[in-house]
């Protein structure tokens, strides 16, 4: 039986996990949940989730994991067939630790500030303060590619993934100036040509419509 | 040699990788930067991490920055076992979405409380700070349901994640022991470990900061 992945596709952690499953050729059953309708706050969800946030994972044999990062992880670990996503080296994985922290604690953070107050009707206009913030978020990432191809060196990882994921959405936001970030832009350009990043796209094309929809 | 760390005293993210290295028994050669004075962006610490954060870790030519990364890295390389971050996939899943909930949600919330105080001189908790403090003690309490330490049964390096920034975040909105029961109970548990000594310090000299800047 294949993992259960409740999910809902705009979502840039639930785009992550799937260009991470489609990578190691692993089927999941996705759940789609309706955030509008409260899906992620019934009580079943709760109880799998206290947290309630997508994606969440129920394995074969029950276990329930969130959190996007430690669910790639885990399910690298368990399903892949080597570790090039997620080495056993333990530099390579502590560089891609980082990477995937500053996703969570930096990016996509960043990410859902810009968003949250287009979503709740509190604005309907990308401020100068969103800009920045955007741009703080890119600058770094333009550091770590620094005489790099990919995120963490030679070879695409996890927090590649993790960050495709979050950035190709923050430049819907706040566009990505390939004169100023050149390094980030062939880093971009160059995840588009995996062929497990079509797994970002369905999603993305949704939030793009969705943001459009908001902001005309 | 010993690995050198750079760090301020009164961040929380710090004084879990020192209450990690005082458990595994690693002596770290501390770095003191002067944030006021800039010290965090001068060119030879941003050659070092160009994300300009504490702490930073150098161990020989090899450099690391985000806490939890470095704690992870130092239990991998130095522990005599693996109980602080257990080689089982599913318990160190759970290790990991702590952590991951502590960088994303749990700190992010005590910045968005601490800064206003810092740099504009904000005097008072809000109403909207206290809802959203509660809101990082409720998921806390959940998750420590039916469980003695934040992951299981065992303390790992999620527990001391989470213990100094919610010490942190408890000097501005203090946990309710009523509501949350059971993060008061993991507190209490927590403060009682030797290591905890090494969390104390530092919180307390941010805690005389924070009540000075909030007199």
Redesign the interface.
Known sequence: MAPTLYMMPPSPPVRAVLITAKSIGLDLELKQLNLRRGDHKTPEYLKLN??HTVPTLVDDDG?V???S???M??LL??YAKDDSLYPQD??K???I??R???D???A??VFLRILYPLIYGEKKTITSEDTKAAEEVYS?LE??L?GRQWLTGDFVTIADYSLIATTSSLNVLVKIDPVKYPKLTAWVKNVEKLPAYEANKPGLEKFIGYVKSILG | MAPVLYVTHLTPPVRAVLMTAKTIDLDLELKKLNVEKREHKNSEFLKLNPQHTVPTLVDNDFVLWDSHAIMAYLVSKYAKDDSLYPNDLKQRAIVNQRMHFENGVAFPELLKILYPIIHDGKKTITQEDEIAADEVYSFLEAFLDGKQWITGDSVTIADYSLITTITALNVLVKIDHVVFPNLNTWMKKLEQLPVYEANRKGLDSYTTHVKLLLR
């Open positions: 206290p947290q276990f994991l969130w959190d990062h430690a669910i992880v885990y670990s368990k333990l530099r994985r502590a560089v630790d980082q995937m922290h500053f969570s604690g930096v996509f953070a770094f550091a770590f620094e």
